[in-house]
């Protein structure tokens, strides 16, 4: 294992925030669960069997729908459908970068929009460090005490964040970035330079493999996470001028849906990235004048509740209001509320499993730039025709 | 009303994503519904009364805690804590903006960090625009024919967003804004504009009272929300180069947070903000290498729950393994599960009514600069002594 | 305070369950906290005003409706609404119990369902034991240590369960009931036992009250409760015949709502409560023929979901479909999502202080048995119309 | 199919409670769905792979803690656990029937304490009626039009409760019943019933199966369901005695518990099922002075949450505090935060294909007197000696 923060972990010196007198003996019983490890799924025809005809109502019947929407629909060959993913709430640590490795090496998702902790969390899977299984009723003062880290029941020391912040920092240094790119620009970057000095770790973390299958993958909130924490420190200790830019990430999404054959998602939570992929389709009606009619397909895999308000629980439904879902196809939506560290591996397994369950690559981390020039070319024809039109008014009114 | 889309709006030209037959009979009797205002505050004794003697017991109880923990701990003079505040949730559609204004005014928020959304809605009341208290069962389908946009049970004239954007692009071209700055920056300029064009204006609007008071507002996911949507168009379209730097936010909380005497934070949803004030205690030790040792106190309104393992329902002990709660604290921290467009009225009437109810306000919307320096400074001072260690470390090993 | 059972709390004698050794040091910082009284609503005009005002939209605007619709719709004279309160979730625990007091006392609820712990533990009250307000973090091991029963947030001895056991026990025995009766009539006799012995109970007691206003108290699961307990154990330990009969309790509350002019409810939380309310009707249509047209009006705090497809989650709309609720009312139904504690004082405060705050009681536990003469009479008129009618249709068959 | 209620069903008369004019068009549309069946899991290795190795963390690791406490330690010959299942939320219509089948075959749970509403939605799959997938967005002024009952998604026609109804009415006249029994020597002669009338059925209905199995069956809410109120219409219009004893229900149970070896349970989402299992414990302590020491072994799938205080959420630490939980088995209990229409075929899935996955069945339904009255004898032996004890204390005291 590469150490990038030897004085701390090396040399069992305290960590700053510790009380000198902590001793190790409890931290190897608070570590001492199972590694969770990226499960692969394999397309299990048993657990396809059983959501097909064990999953019959309430919320094993709408996981049902999920699946058989996506893989018979949406993956349909003759629909095209540009798929985004979005990702809140702690899945890499919980294992599940494997369904995500999964399903953009097959090309299943196009585009992904993560919050940045999620991706913080696979670079320790990239950097080959452990996380544990452990329970969410530890004494955090304790865990504190003995320089262990809790994410709900998954557990590993301190010295991880140390060590992920040393390597975020020191990738910075090398790539001598100094100007502001999107955030799927900086991940890919970021996703080649682990597949450089860590071969192999394309099947290990979801950032190389994203890089690998050319899969663009967004943050809606860049300094909200330990990766903008590190980025936000290059910027004032350092004097860097790297920054993200968070107006060319709602234009490249925006770009990539305007150019969707059809358009479909599935949302893992809700959250700021739900928002973030569903607010491109009134992006271009309400901002660039671009009526494109609304998402064709909508899967969430949800704990909240629509009667929360929040816009993680919102439903299909509403977002038809907003010109987000089109209003024709509310028989292609489904929400199934339930974990998912749950779900997703059941969906996935249906979906690897079924006849459509691998396509050919769009590989949009290439198109960016081109995709974005044809949304400028659209909306200024947009522009000038309205432009056009307030004369002719403008005329008629005299 | 000003009018910045004249042509929509007074013509009855069909929105662009609207079918053209739809008639506008409809659409008065969704907007039928009682107009929604921003609710001030009073200090009313018999909520008081009500709060400590009947809410005696589990999440009325919590909302109690909540009250006294806040009105007579962190408010305490000699404790000078410096209040964070974080909305995530639909709150000023459901006109929340009054009690988010009154704490402002009292000096009892410091710095606010919120969803885009709620200042682009806020927008709307700056403006003079009506929402309207509907229903949440409507059918979409017909809204969307009607133009009427629907976030939960507010209702309000597709027109509305259009207007909005397009003071919001007035104000980005006027502004001459064209370098990357904060989301503080940003906001205090907005509502500086507003103030000018709208006198007035800050008793309906959380920005421009914002601006008045000197309260800093950050949003964590610049891109994601119409003001972010508008940002992007201006820089696609315009060829502008102002967008926001996400580095500077996260520097700026996280001086602002290592400055305070004592610190705390009430906490309405959670979401990407809760996380992107929570983040400044780790941001400090684990990247700054600067121990603070925790938040102070800790307030949440939510309806999520810890055992679904997200962010916003992570609780004030989970947070203490990441040191972003003092672990001596626990007792001042407290999570009530409500909400908060029933919560935040309750414990603003009791608030605004304590004897502590009124503070100096801080301004810290003008201290932003000295206060990065001052992280600055410390950083660097930490980074030498690190290095001076490691070159003696280095030596003994020798 | 009468003692029944002086062996165990007189003599200190370690409770059954206990370790011999517990000290009793933790056990009184365990009960240190205020004690809980049941509070009640006066009709403060600065809670009516928040409601109406503040409360606006999401389950702040729910919860005003529902305010709305029970004081100016449901308590209309001219409507005379048969008024059923369902009660689950531990409310007397909480201190929720002068609420109900109020209502009963002023003529606003007809009848009572609740679970049989509510009833239970509404006697502490009646003779006169204190519970405390506390904390739910608290160690359950210590407290079972300490002999410190926990509901929740809610501490008290458990010799509070044992004399309380003891009352019940004593009273069953000198009742020298023998027979199958409702548990409304069991509930009165209760009452009026409370009354006899421990005269002005009736301020802090459900049961007394009741039994004082004529309000029948209904308990769906008659033996899930320690007062089912002590009846089981009277039946087996000596030889009584005295027992619940459910069916009377399923023909009573039938006989009440096909007697209503207008039937409506307030249904707190949910569970076996709310669905042995709302299947009066079915009943009614379903078993005994006579269509009487579903509730006119519904109002319900609960917490629970409609997605997870539970009754206690179920919408007003999906009991439509069973005849539950008329189809014709569904804009009077609201369902407000919070927590009864929250809810509950709120909703009070807001009817009592309204014009029509007060109805003559309808004392309804005393025409049990001519309501049930009356249903009984209305079904055998229809199953003779029916047999007519058969009788016909095989003669025109032949 | 048997038709009970010739005169609606056969000749198309509108049910009482419809609009005669309802045209059957929609109806057949609405019912259009797949039929819902009783799946029975087989054992899948390949799920139980998943769950082992794809469930780690959150509430998917909690569904594996659950089958591995299930099958490693609870099913272990040589602890012989007396296994309860508690069973809240529509399930049997829901299609889980086959999952309790399949678990009470192999005698892995031992009694099953369940809703009525289960039970009686059981019959229609005995009965040979058919209930559809649906979904939960229809309109339920339409599906009441059209005589459609709704179950969240769950569709069918009215008629089904009608037929089903009769059925019941028509066993109790036929059984002959009329003295009082306890819910589980009823629904043990139901369940002959429908062995006797429809051979093979104990393959589709779990009331059937159990009779053969040998398992008791327990309802809490003997009143609350359509059993309950046709039971209650035999009473009133027919003059039968028969009733449900509550009593006999709360001390079989007890005598179940307290003959265990060790003492389990899987708790189906919660509620008042829930509580009359866990109730048996202090039953014996606190009423017939018999210390047991609680569970030692807990598992609950549930979407309730411990926050709103209900019964139905809280823990099985909670439980401690109150003997309902040994306090030394917490690591035996664990709570899956999931629909149990997810969570219950996985875990028979995995329990199923487990080494431990047959025991011999224990046959109770055929012990319940024999274990009452060993209760008897033990809580007479305690009365005995407890008054020996006092009438030494009252000595001593001299």
Request: net charge negative; with cysteine; charged share 20%.
């Amino acid at each position: 294992m590469l150490s990038y923060f030897p004085h701390a972990a090396q040399k069992e010196i305290p960590l700053p925030y510790r009380a000198p007198g902590a001793t190790q003996k409890t931290h190897d019983t608070f570590l001492s669960g199972k590694a969770i490890h990226y499960y692969r799924p394999k397309g299990s025809p048993e657990i396809r069997h059983l959501i097909d005809e064990g999953f019959q109502a309430f919320n094993a019947g709408r996981i049902g729908e999920a699946c058989r929407i996506f893989a018979d629909k949406m993956l349909l060959p003759e629909h095209d459908t540009t798929i985004g993913l979005t990702i809140a709430g702690a899945l890499t640590p919980a294992g599940l970068g494997g369904c995500i490795i999964e399903l953009m090496d097959r090309g299943l998702v196009d585009f992904v929009i993560s919050t940045g902790a999620n991706l913080y969390h696979d670079l320790h899977y990239a950097l080959n460090f452990t996380l544990h299984r452990g329970s969410p009723f530890l004494d955090d003062r304790e865990l504190y005490q003995e320089g262990v880290i809790r994410i709900y029941d998954v557990l590993f020391p301190a010295t991880v964040l140390l060590e992920t912040d040393a390597y975020v920092r020191d990738f910075l240094t090398r790539s001598r970035l100094n100007e502001a790119i999107s955030t799927a620009d900086f991940h890919y970057r970021l996703g080649r330079d682990l597949l450089e000095r860590f071969p192999g770790c394309e099947e290990h973390s979801v950032l190389a493999r994203a890089a690998v299958a050319g899969v663009p993958i967004y943050t809606s909130s860049p300094g909200d996470s330990s990766i903008g924490m590190n980025i936000a420190y290059h910027e004032l200790m350092n004097g860097s001028r790297f920054m993200i830019d968070p107006n060319k990430d709602v234009n490249e999404i925006c770009a990539i849906v305007q150019a969707g054959e059809k358009n479909g998602c599935v949302i893992l939570g809700g959250g700021s990235p739900k928002n973030f992929y569903l607010q491109a389709q009134p992006t271009l009606w309400e901002v660039y004048g671009i009526p494109k009619g609304g998402n064709d397909y909508f899967i969430q895999f949800t704990t909240d509740q629509v009667v929360w308000g929040g816009l993680s629980g919102a439903t299909p439904a509403e977002a038809v209001s907003w010109g987000k879902v089109n209003p024709g196809v509310l028989p292609d939506t489904v929400v199934a509320y339930v974990d998912s560290t749950i779900a997703l591996p059941l969906f996935c397994e249906y979906v690897v499993g079924s006849p459509n369950g691998r396509r050919t690559r769009k590989e949009l981390v290439h198109k960016r730039e081109a995709l974005v020039a044809a949304l400028k070319r659209e909306a200024e024809r947009v522009r000038a025709s309205d432009a056009a039109h307030a004369t002719d008014d403008a005329r008629t009114e005299v």
